[in-house]
Each structure stands twice: as structure tokens, then as C-alpha cells.
């Protein structure tokens, strides 16, 4: 698989193309939650590129072996952690990661595939629903503030 420049709008738009594959099929409300929330524009992508992102991410599955339908089991661990590699700004973490909610909640079911990239993101960034993790009462300080 291509690795594009780290922090890229590239590289963050392939982890969000991750979760819009995840279950096998692209769902039209997933892209219209994605288009409304600007999601080209946020990630600094020029405007229609995402199709053409998720395009050439399931040519790169196909051509390296991976079978069609659900991502789930096949893509592995260590190809999840270098994607996730590729995004080390913590403010565009919690974009990508915020963005793959939408689109992975935008159908009304959370397929194995997309909590499978989710939790990925959220595992490598130490993030919680587009939040960065904290030990529980610290958490708990902030919600009683």
C-alpha cells in the first residue's frame, strides 16, 4: 500500500475511506453526512477527492490480495498501526477520528469493519470519541466543572 506524506490530507482521508469500506459497500448516506460536514474542506482536501481516495484504496486492497466485502479480518493489525502512524498531529486526529464516527454511524449500524478502524484510531491516538483519553477521575473532574 501507498504511504502518503504524514499528516496529509491524503493520509487522513485514506483512514476515513477505511471506514467507509469497512462493511464491504459504500453507503450514500455516508457520503452525505461526510459532504455536509465538509469533510473534504476540513481535512484540506481539494473538493471531490475522497471518492477518488476511496477509489484507489480498495485497488490497493484488491491488487495486494484482500477479497471483497468486509474489511474485518483483513486488514491486519500492523497495516491498521502504519496508516494510523501516518497521522501524528493530535488536531487532526480528533478530526479524522470525528469524521469516521459520522460516516460509520450515518447508516444506523455500526458494522464489525468500521468499530474495528474506529477502535484502531482510537487505540494508536489515545483517543475517546474525538477526545484525548484520560485516567477516569480526571474525566470525571472536567464533567462535574
Keep these: 500500500m501507498r504511504s502518503y506524506p504524514h499528516n496529509s490530507p491524503e493520509a487522513a482521508a485514506r483512514i476515513v475511506a477505511l471506514v ?3 462493511d464491504g459497500h459504500v453507503c450514500s448516506s455516508e457520503f452525505d453526512i461526510l459532504r455536509q460536514l465538509g469533510a473534504e474542506r476540513e481535512l484540506g482536501l481539494e473538493p471531490q477527492l475522497l ?3 476511496v477509489h484507489t484504496l480498495c485497488e490497493e486492497l484488491l491488487m495486494s490480495g484482500h477479497q471483497a466485502g468486509s474489511l474485518a479480518g483483513q486488514v491486519d ?5 502504519a496508516l494510523m502512524a501516518e497521522i501524528s498531529d493530535p488536531g487532526l486526529q480528533r478530526k479524522v477520528l470525528r ?3 459520522a460516516a460509520a454511524r450515518a447508516d444506523g449500524h455500526l458494522a464489525e469493519g468500521e468499530t474495528c478502524v474506529v477502535d484502531a484510531a482510537r487505540r494508536h491516538w489515545q483517543l475517546v470519541d474525538g477526545e484525548e483519553a484520560m485516567p477516569h ?3 470525571a473532574q472536567r464533567h462535574a466543572a
Design 137 to 139: 477521575a480526571r474525566r
Design 51 to 53: 471518492p477518488h481516495i
Design 99 to 101: 469524521l469516521c464516527l
Design 20 to 22: 467507509l469500506i469497512a
Design 77 to 81: 493489525d500492523a497495516t491498521l498501526a
